[in-house]
Nanobody, 121 residues
Framework: QVQLVESGGGLVQPGGSLRLSCAAS????????MGWYRQPPGKERELVAV???????NYADSVKGRFIISRDNAKNSVYLQMNSLKPEDTAVYYC???????????????WGQGTQVTVSS
């Protein structure tokens, strides 16, 4: 089994910062891309940022220059540093990882349980 556990969400004022963390555990051989998605209230889930196993990152236009994605391969973890937060960043944030399990021949996509981020004064 593989599990993704997220942490770091909460309530923050506009202009503030939060750091989300996601740790993968279980029977893991390797992890390809790792990323963060979000689902604002009443809207579809959308990609926020993704980072390859080599460290290349891509961001949604709405968060470029404000959010930074990073990963620690030794800890099977991915992080999202969110700065200059806006009310429109309010959403449930989900970790997403493309993982090859031990003894498996192909990768699968796994999701975290989600963590709420609320930006409000």
């Amino acid at each position: 089994q593989v599990q993704l556990v997220e942490s770091g969400g909460g309530l923050v004022q506009p202009g503030g910062s939060l750091r989300l963390s996601c740790a993968a555990s279980g029977s893991i051989s390797s992890i390809n891309a790792m990323g963060w998605y979000r689902q604002p209230p009443g809207k579809e889930r959308e990609l926020v940022a993704v980072i390859s196993d080599g460290g290349s990152a891509n961001y949604a236009d709405s968060v470029k220059g404000r959010f930074i994605i990073s990963r620690d391969n030794a800890k099977n973890s991915v992080y999202l540093q969110m700065n200059s937060l806006k009310p429109e960043d309010t959403a449930v944030y989900y970790c997403n990882c493309n993982i090859i399990r031990r003894f498996a021949t192909s990768p699968r996509t796994y999701w975290g349980q989600g963590t709420q981020v609320t930006v409000s004064s």
